[in-house]
């Protein structure tokens, strides 16, 4: 399977692909809360949602008081973002720009990156500078939540082949893996003709152990881990990996 290096500039685009789907959506509110109940944050605290996207759960946490800065690639999913901030009528401060290279030091009391939005690089050291730049945007003591796929189920629970219909299209989702993640190429065919679309992506797949190293290697204590955001412990019935973690100073 080819996978673009950079496949992220060119899979993060609608139609093709958005993370605010109607469910994701409709999550985001309870996610949201989940979150700064996690990370305990005074109203008015600078909070970074690095890989914001279209901004489902900035505008959550702008309504719940704090002072929300988004950062992300994709030009659409920002320009998405501050119509939804608008609707919402809530302030948010947009930034975009490569997660391997943020640009912020010492700014927010707290960080979050979430619906695996991590692991997207062929090299580790790519998967730590992004780690390593959280780090260095958050004041001394600030903490980092982190909500990414748990790579011990993905890898029990892998299709090789998956086949759905989403709305006017089937989506065929094609999965190989290896030590590293998985490489997968989703086909979008509209069901009433035309061309289908294919996109290639890989994602390192994290679990308790792995993210935990690379955290510590990046400036991080871990603190607490949990396998979805209802709270469960995590367990390899977890779907999902969240991990709390701390800026050593
Ligand atoms: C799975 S989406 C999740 C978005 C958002 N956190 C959510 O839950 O709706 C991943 C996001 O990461 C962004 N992204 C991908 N590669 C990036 C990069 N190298 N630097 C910054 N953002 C990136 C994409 O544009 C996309 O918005």
Redesign the pocket.
């Known amino acids: 399977m080819e996978i673009p290096k950079e496949w ?1 500039r060119t899979f ?1 685009k609608n139609p093709f692909y958005n ?2 789907s109607r469910p ?1 959506l409709a999550a985001a509110p309870a996610e949201a809360a989940f979150v700064l109940a996690r990370l305990k944050l005074k109203k008015g605290s600078a909070l970074l ?1 690095l ?4 901004g ?2 900035a505008v959550e946490f702008a309504k719940r008081g704090m002072a929300v800065t988004g ?4 030009k659409e ?1 920002l320009k998405e973002a501050a119509g939804r901030a608008k609707g919402k009528h809530v302030s948010i401060r947009l930034v975009r ?4 290279r943020l640009g912020f030091t010492r700014e927010f009391d707290a960080a979050v990156n ?4 991590f692991g ?1 690089f062929r090299r580790f050291s790519d998967d730590i500078k992004t780690l390593k730049g959280a780090a260095r945007a958050l004041k001394p003591g600030g903490l980092f939540l982190i909500d990414v796929v748990h790579g011990d189920f993905a890898r029990a629970n892998l299709k090789r082949r998956d086949w759905a219909l989403l709305g006017r299209s089937y989506h065929l989702e094609e999965t190989a893996a290896d030590a590293d993640g998985i490489y997968s190429t989703w086909t979008e065919i509209p069901a009433g003709g035309g061309r289908p679309v294919s996109k290639s992506f890989f994602t390192r797949l994290y679990n308790k152990e792995r993210l935990s190293a690379a955290l510590k290697k990046s400036g991080f204590k871990p603190l607490k881990f949990w396998g979805n955001f209802r709270g469960a412990p995590l367990s390899e019935k977890s779907d999902r990996l969240i991990c709390l973690a701390k800026k050593i100073q």
């Not at 720009?97 to 391997?100: L, S």
Request: hydrophobic share 25%; charged share 20%.
């Open positions: 992220h993060f993370p605010a994701a949602d890989c914001c996207g279209p489902r759960h950062y992300d690639f994709s999913y720009g490569d997660m391997r979430l619906f695996t939005s997207y």
